[in-house]
């Protein structure tokens, strides 16, 4: 395991490798980072005793990780967690999943293995998103929600089975859109128009692009 500097790990904490934690986490206590994937053929070795299997486990700096959290490592690749994100107690990043920054999962959301969450994301408490989903960046979902199918970026998704119901404008705003530039980005968050690029800040432009030239999802 390598650890970064100013990190505070809880009590009853249990981080097994391969695992890479970057600086300025809290990690409350009864978290478990670096357990064997959720795979039933797959090898269960005893991690603590130093046996090791997969892909590991890579956190960021300065996230938050609440009590009784969990964070398999990946089979194919890493299990990552980005930089600023928070999630709160319970909550689960299954094998091979991928979290942008500053996501927020809330209490008792579960994310299947390989899911893609983009940067920004606010996923509502006791959510589930089906393995190798993909939750655009800036979206939130609201809580309850079952995600079977990729998520759109800066919309807002509810529903069992999750239905986009509008666009998150109050994420837009943050991200320093005003009014006039929302209206202008709307058709493309619909995907109906071109990124209008040159309106948007730096930071979202190129998240966006990013966004606009991503893979085909494969399930």
Sequence with gaps: MELGDGNVIGPYAVIVGP????????IGPHVTIGTPAEDRGGPHPVAWEGELAGEGVVIGDRNKIREYVTVHQGTHRASRV??????LVRSHVGHDVTLGDNVVLACSVQL???TEVWSHVNIGMST?????GRIGPGAMIGMGSAVRKEVDAF???VGNPARTSGINTVGLNRRGCDEETIAALEPFL????????HLLPEEL???LK???DRAPLNH
Excluded: F, M
């Design 19 to 26: 695992c890479r934690i970057g600086d300025g986490n809290w």
């Design 82 to 87: 980005g930089d600023d994100c928070y999630l």
């Design 112 to 114: 299947g293995g390989h």
């Design 128 to 132: 589930v998103v089906h393995q190798n």
């Design 155 to 157: 919309t807002i998704t």
């Design 190 to 197: 619909k995907g109906k128009g071109e990124l209008p690029a």
């Design 205 to 207: 432009s190129v998240l």
């Design 210 to 212: 990013a966004w606009a």
